[in-house]
């Protein structure tokens, strides 16, 4: 084996991060034509990959211009690891474990972020692929609050066998509305303590903070997630018009095709900034409801047409509302990095909202000032949620009944918030159960057999 993977792959300084439906042929494809120099698939479920030809095949689709490629994998088992990367190995240059997932499907499943209190389970399952594998094994980890921790952290993995870490420099705790800054002051730390490749991950909008990252944490390379998600063209250092990257997208997919979530998915984050303005609310509409090719072209070039004559300098395009301390704003149809608010702002944010919200429970005035009962006010509130018939704007469901994975509506009494084919496909894939949409693991082929048999009878009967 390699005694160094990253020079083996043709020494990558830029990365395309491993993000579950988002990092598939397509994307991996449009970020190498614009400047990425190594790729990762999704996260891959090991027990899935396992057991699903299906699975396999859709995950390891793959073309010559798509290398270097590391597939990555989650899991808790050493042997169901194993397994999987031994399916995975001829076509990849590299085999990932994910220790740095943070979602609360990853604590269900005690796996990614959830594995770094069990550092035995850690060092074996490490061990294990780096001594029955052919190609090289690294992981991608989260780092602890204590920079000595994390420095440990590290050290066992390389020990274990690993050749080479990816480091977030976030700690799980760090997600979401709370995700906040990275440390790079613990990447820099970790760096200094191992002699194994390296990769920094976390605090990349632009390529700019690729160059600031090597500099500051003289790390081999530099991870991007979001940055790619917001912005595909980040490597090559420029702010292009959203379509540009949307359409060369669409054009790849009718090469190598992705199901229809992915698609939205990135769309939502391309235009993020466009679809966030009031006079798109059509477009984002549209773009929610349907899932055909046609429908993603319609709503990128309707964009464009509203917005290319700005951008061309045709019109002027007239901003108000600019922050005080600001000087310089990028026009909504730029791609541009996602910036959330600071964890404290965000916690003073819901704390606000929360005590609006409990005031406006105590007591509900109308216009002449009559106090309105609680029944009375539930029912004008459902009459102005109903849709204007004259209106000709699609219908946008509201995001607290949207199922998890797509725009439909959310089973009522699901587990897991899905509508009902996502939930039957998340039962078959992880072997669950979810007694509000009846999706159980005993086998659709043994409920559906069932059911012939009693059709079968009644008609012979009758």
Known sequence: MTTNIWEDLGSPRLIVAPMVDASELA?????????????YTPMLHSSVFCRDPKYRKEFLASTAEDR???????????ATLLEAALLAEPYCDAVDINIGCPQAIAKRGHYGAYLQDDWDLLAKIVSTLSKSLKIPVTCKLRVFPEIDKTIAYARMLEAAGASLLTVHGRTREQKGPLTGLASWKHIKAVREAIKIPMFANGNIQCLQDVERCLEETKVQGVMTAEGSLYNPYIFDGVNPPCWEPALE?????????????????HLFKIFQHIL????????RAL????????????????????????HEGKILWEHNNLPEDCNLVLP?????????????????????????????????????GNQISRKR??????????????????????ASILCAECPNPKGAKCEYNYCRQCCRNKCFTDNLNCAGHRNLTKTRREIATNYAIQRFNDLKES
Not at 276 to 283: F, S, V
Request: aromatic residues 8%.
């Open 276 to 283: 966030c303005l009031p006079e798109n609310a059509e477009e």
């Open 377 to 398: 006010m539930k029912k004008l509130r459902r009459v102005a949620r109903r849709p204007n018939q004259a209106s000709q704007t699609p219908k946008i469901r509201r």
């Open 249 to 265: 997208y669409l054009d790849l997919v009718e090469l190598h095709p992705a199901p229809a979530s992915y698609i939205r998915g």
């Open 68 to 78: 270097p490629l590391i597939v990555q994998f989650c899991g808790n088992d050493p």
């Open 27 to 39: 994307w991996r494809l449009l970020s190498r034509r614009h400047g990425a120099q190594l790729c």
């Open 332 to 368: 909504p149809w730029l791609c541009q990095p996602y910036v959330r608010d600071a964890p404290q702002v965000h916690i003073e944010k819901v704390s606000a909202k929360q005590i609006e919200s409990e005031g406006m429970k105590r007591e509900f005035i109308d216009g002449e």
């Open 287 to 310: 773009l929610a409801r349907f899932s055909t090719m046609e429908s993603f072209r319609s709503v990128v070039e309707r964009l464009k047409n509203r917005y290319l004559p700005y």
